[in-house]
């Protein structure tokens, strides 16, 4: 059974920085692309950042130059250290998995607020 496990979230000023981690089981994640979506109350779920198993992380304009997204294949893990955090950042962030089938996790509260 694939699980992933997102950790990372809280509560962070504007201006501060926040790294997310989500540890996959249950599978190999160097063969997935792998990316880290968000979801505010009342708004759809977007995409942050998108990992492909080739080339550079991909970023909307909304959060490039702020975050940055890696992977450790070795640890089965991925990141995202979100750097200038604003009140629109605050969101349920979730890991994302896919390869033939598609994985979920169930995220981790990102909340901004002086």
């Known amino acids: 059974q694939v699980q992933l496990v997102e950790s990372g979230g809280g509560l962070v000023q504007p201006g501060g920085s926040l790294t997310l981690s989500c540890t996959a089981s249950g599978t190999d994640i160097s063969g997935y692309v792998m990316a880290w979506f968000r979801q505010a109350p009342g708004k759809r779920r977007e995409v942050v950042a998108t990992s492909y198993t080739y080339g550079e992380p991909m970023f909307p304009d909304s959060v490039k130059g702020r975050f940055t997204f890696w992977r450790d294949n070795a640890k089965n893990t991925v990141y995202l250290q979100m750097n200038n955090l604003k009140p629109d950042d605050t969101a349920v962030y979730y890991c994302?998995?896919?390869?033939?089938?598609?994985?979920w996790g169930r995220g981790t509260q990102v909340t901004v607020s002086s």
């Open positions: 994302h998995g896919r390869q033939t089938e598609v994985y």
